[in-house]
């Protein structure tokens, strides 16, 4: 299970202060009058960035893990909330989604890159959709990056709402949230649909 790591550390300044080492859970999320065996259980690396490493504890009780996500890191999936972003402000300002993927990404070929893209937006407008519900400060707000940058004045939107959602990152999907990826929608069958086979013998009436 993810949990907030709140610091306003920069993933290069967290990489070299080595950060993973002073964060700290006092308490099992599990248990927090205590009695079970919570206790801290070292570290992972992520793939990327190159160096970062988290920090985690385990409940032997609960049989749950628990780590500690900073702020300036996506949840599950790699990279940086201000990547994120940038690739969101790219797909936003260009004229189409093919002409920012030229831009984005040029080591994969475009339908992957497109892929790449769009399941980056996907999420991120659904959490910023969920948001304006949620938070009544930001229900002047579009869901774009573009229109949360606007009304809160910022610069940088998503680090800015790991802070200002922090109550909600249990809701929200990724990369700002640690909740589960959402659902799409399962086409209903046609009731009408014919069956697969041979058409039946024509009937006189």
């Not at 893990?65 to 990547?83: H, K, N, Q, Y």
């Not at 790219?90 to 890159?113: F, H, K, T, V, Y």
């Not at 938070?135 to 802070?163: H, K, M, N, W, Y």
């Amino acid at each position: 299970m993810q949990l907030r790591y709140a610091t306003n550390l920069a993933v290069d300044q967290y990489i070299d202060q080595k950060a993973w080492e002073d964060a700290k859970l006092t308490h099992c999320p599990l248990h927090p009058k205590g009695g079970c065996r919570f206790a801290r259980h070292g570290t992972y690396a992520r793939k990327f960035p190159d160096g970062v490493k988290i920090a985690r504890w385990y409940c032997p009780d609960g049989s749950v893990t628990f780590s500690l996500l900073p702020d300036c890191l996506c949840s599950r999936m790699p990279g940086t909330l201000i990547e994120v972003e940038e690739v969101i402000n790219q797909m936003e300002s260009a004229p189409s989604q093919e002409a920012a993927a030229e831009n984005i990404r040029l080591d994969i070929n475009l339908p992957g890159a497109l892929r790449w893209m769009r399941r980056r937006l996907f999420l991120t407008r659904i959490t910023l959709m969920m948001l304006i519900d949620l938070v009544a400060s930001l229900g002047d707000c579009q869901p774009t990056v573009s229109s949360f940058r606007s009304v809160l004045g910022i610069e940088l939107v998503l680090p800015r709402l790991r802070t200002l959602a922090s109550s909600y990152l249990d809701i929200l999907p990724p990369p700002l949230g640690f909740g589960p990826h959402p659902r799409t929608k399962k086409v209903k069958k046609n009731h009408f649909q014919h069956k697969t086979g041979t058409d039946p013998p024509y009937k006189k009436g």
